[in-house]
């Protein structure tokens, strides 16, 4: 008993880190915004994700660290589409930070500017968990996230005007790298127009209507319910029937579920992630659209030649 | 002072509400029902489902705490029910059933909705860092009743509990009382579920009543050690979570491990104490 005394009076004397920088202290909901604060942001700012990239976005487990770093951070980033909107609202009440208020100036919303897809016309639960605001997942456009890029140098800027010629420096060289990469990625994927594919969840909408693929069909009967047996054989058939040869996942989600699709359809299970640092060497959004990009031509690619 | 500025409702939770549930781990330990926590806050959880599908599917406000009670109270039934003398049967067979009945009949209940799972969640995956003042005060308003009643009514519920036999030969109606134990005991489990997720309960629950089991005979002592071992531990694991910056460990299986650690130190101390005792 004395021992575990002493264990806890050496705990509280551990010194809380403090963050003596004067650059912004940014919070990211999940790491694609915390990737693009760090491209706009570069030395000058700390950015923390809240959610790991291989961690389902749509649930989130509150860590100390997490309430700790909303407390000091000037700015919080979340998607604006209600993507967090299971876990987030809790962790800010904690928090006690008048910075990253709903409405605060340091509370920046990724969707604003961006034209969300899949906006319910009638809200109702029994259509599965659908997000009432639109699709949030639409940073698997290349060109939101160019959106995204500018407003948060717009944030940087008003939030940081000493750092303001740097933030637009960077924004301008995010954008140029933008440009060069959005045409490889289209040239790698047009000859595919058109293919159809299959998704776990609806996650591929906005990169599918942006390389002119169809990503209409997905191995949740209903966003966020577990897939089915009577809905998996329906999307067998469906697979068959329309020759769908390509069946995408991500890390936090069932790969076995589309393995035994491929069994049975011949489809090839392609892994992709939302997630800077999802995937293998892919520690910016970037390297994430170059993996993603190429592992979907080449599984497209393979079909093809068969 | 970070600890205070952002802990402060945490750290109440630690201090002021695990002190019912140890009291009811010392019954809970004595009659050997190890489990029917674990049973009872899956059948609140089923409910929860319950009410959530026909608010779904039949529009309206589904009555979510409602429904919950409503199933605590049939749990309660169930379990008050069950205290039988089986020869080959012991009832801990039968919580087991029930929990995992349960815990299947809310998956296919969910199955129909899309909503339940982050009800689920919340009901059954509490973190006690996310307590705030309102949940901490009305659960303490709760506990304080649940006392009170517990309070008055003591020697009855110990005697079911610790004098079995006796009771059985006065002509006490187990039933009834045990439905009045188990309604009780399921309120305070819920609304703790809630706050500090399955896991915790079932340490605050069980290890602090065994360490009291294993260094004393009498009651109220084994109450006083029980509710010191809550507290340090509790404590201990919250800071550490916390304080520990560079690990960044979850304070709810930081907390069940030191619950591990302080068992083990228990154990040697009762082992010390059978050995230099005359």
Known sequence: MFQKLLTLAALLLIPTAVHAGSGLKIVATTNDYAALARAIGGDRVTVKSLAKATEDPHFVDARPSYIVALNRADILIESGAALEIGWLAPLVKGARNKNVLPGASGRVRGSVGIQLLDIPVELDRSQGDIHALGNPHFLMDPLNSGIVARHLAEVFCRLDADGCPSYQNNLSRFSQMLNTRMKIWMETLAPYGGTPIVTYHNTWRYFARRFQLQAETFLEPKPGIPPSPPHLARIIEKMKAAGMKVILVEPFQSRKTAEVLAGHTGATVVDVCQFPGGLPETPDYFSLMDANVNSIAQALGGVRSN | ?278
């Open chain 2, 1 to 278: 002072m970070t600890l205070f500025d952002l802990w402060l409702w945490p750290l109440l939770a630690v201090v002021m509400l695990p002190g019912l549930l140890v009291y009811f781990g010392l019954h809970v330990v004595e009659r050997g029902i190890i489990f029917v926590d674990l049973a009872l806050a899956q059948i609140a959880a089923l409910g929860v489902c319950v009410a959530i599908v026909i608010g779904a599917h039949f529009g309206g406000h589904s009555h979510t705490y409602l429904m919950s009670l409503l199933f605590t109270m049939l749990g309660a039934a169930l379990f008050s029910l069950t205290r039988f003398r089986h020869p080959r049967v012991p009832q801990e067979a039968i919580i087991g059933i029930i929990y995992v009945v349960s815990a299947a009949a809310a998956t296919v209940v969910l199955s129909q909705t899309a909503e339940g799972d982050e009800a689920l969640k919340s009901l059954l995956l509490g973190n006690i860092l996310l307590v705030g003042k309102e949940e901490v005060l009305r659960t303490f308003a709760l506990y304080v009743g649940i006392a009170i009643i517990h309070l008055l009514l003591r020697k009855r519920f110990l005697m079911n509990s610790f004098q079995e036999d006796k009771a059985r030969r006065m002509g006490v109606s187990l039933r009834l009382w045990d439905f009045v134990f188990y309604v009780t005991f399921g309120l305070v489990v819920t609304s703790f579920v809630q706050i500090m997720g399955v896991y915790l309960v079932f340490s605050y629950l069980i290890v602090p009543a065994v360490c009291g089991a294993l260094l004393s005979e009498k009651i109220v002592t084994r109450l006083i050690i029980g509710w010191t071992v809550a507290l340090v531990t509790g404590v201990a694991g919250l800071l550490m979570s916390i304080e520990i910056e560079t690990l960044d460990l979850p304070t709810g299986p930081t907390t069940v491990c030191l619950f591990g650690v302080t068992l083990l130190i228990c154990s040697g101390l009762a082992w010390r104490r059978r050995r230099y005792s005359p």
